[in-house]
């Protein structure tokens, strides 16, 4: 008799657990939040000077997260990198605690611009995401304390 109430009781668990990963799954890919969310993104990458653009965010059913028409756009006004589609796999449970850790990242229909630096001849793509006219005094500011 008790075995039977504590599978009872973990098969409520398990179906309220599937019930809340389809509705937190659905509201994710409903229209309105897709733009919300693609706003946000957009607005984070803009506030951070970074040359990203992002048409649309997802959260795909096996937990990955999915992207499509990404653009890294230099400055110029020439697109760097183009990804028809994004599709990485991220670890939850760091997030939580603002720590981004990938697992995997796929590209799909990806084209893809690399100028190399005229001096040195290596490929010149961390200079697309540097900050002109910025000094480096705000990194090397110690604070003291935990």
Same mark, same amino acid.
């Given at each position: 008799?008790?075995? *039977?109430?504590? /599978?009872? !009781?973990?098969? =409520?668990? &398990? %179906?309220?657990?599937a019930?809340?990963?389809? @509705?937190?799954?659905?509201?994710?890919?409903?229209?309105?939040?897709?733009?919300?969310?693609?706003?946000?993104?957009?607005?984070?990458?803009r506030?951070? *000077?970074?040359? /990203?653009? !992002?048409?649309? =965010?997802? &959260? %795909?059913?096996?937990?990955?997260?999915?992207? @499509?028409?990404?653009?890294?756009?230099k400055?110029?006004?020439?697109t760097?990198?183009?990804?028809?589609?994004?599709?990485?796999?991220?670890?939850?449970?760091?997030?939580?605690?603002?720590?981004?850790?990938?697992?995997?990242?796929?590209?799909?229909?990806?084209?893809?611009?690399?100028?190399?630096?005229?001096?040195?001849?290596?490929?010149?793509?961390?200079?697309?995401?540097?900050?002109?006219?910025?000094?480096?005094?705000?990194?090397?500011?110690?604070?003291?304390?935990?």
């Open positions: 008799m008790l075995l *039977n109430r504590i /599978v009872k !009781v973990f098969k =409520i668990i &398990l %179906l309220s657990l019930i809340l990963f389809a @509705s937190v799954l659905a509201a994710v890919n409903l229209p309105v939040s897709q733009r919300l969310i693609t706003e946000k993104a957009n607005g984070f990458f506030d951070r *000077n970074l040359p /990203v653009q !992002v048409d649309r =965010i997802a &959260l %795909l059913v096996n937990g990955k997260i999915g992207l @499509s028409q990404v653009q890294i756009i400055n110029s006004g020439d760097v990198v183009f990804a028809g589609q994004i599709r990485s796999s991220i670890r939850f449970i760091p997030l939580i605690f603002k720590k981004l850790k990938v697992k995997s990242i796929t590209l799909s229909d990806a084209l893809v611009k690399i100028t190399s630096d005229s001096l040195t001849g290596s490929p010149d793509i961390v200079s697309m995401f540097s900050q002109t006219g910025n000094t480096r005094e705000k990194d090397t500011i110690r604070k003291s304390g935990k």
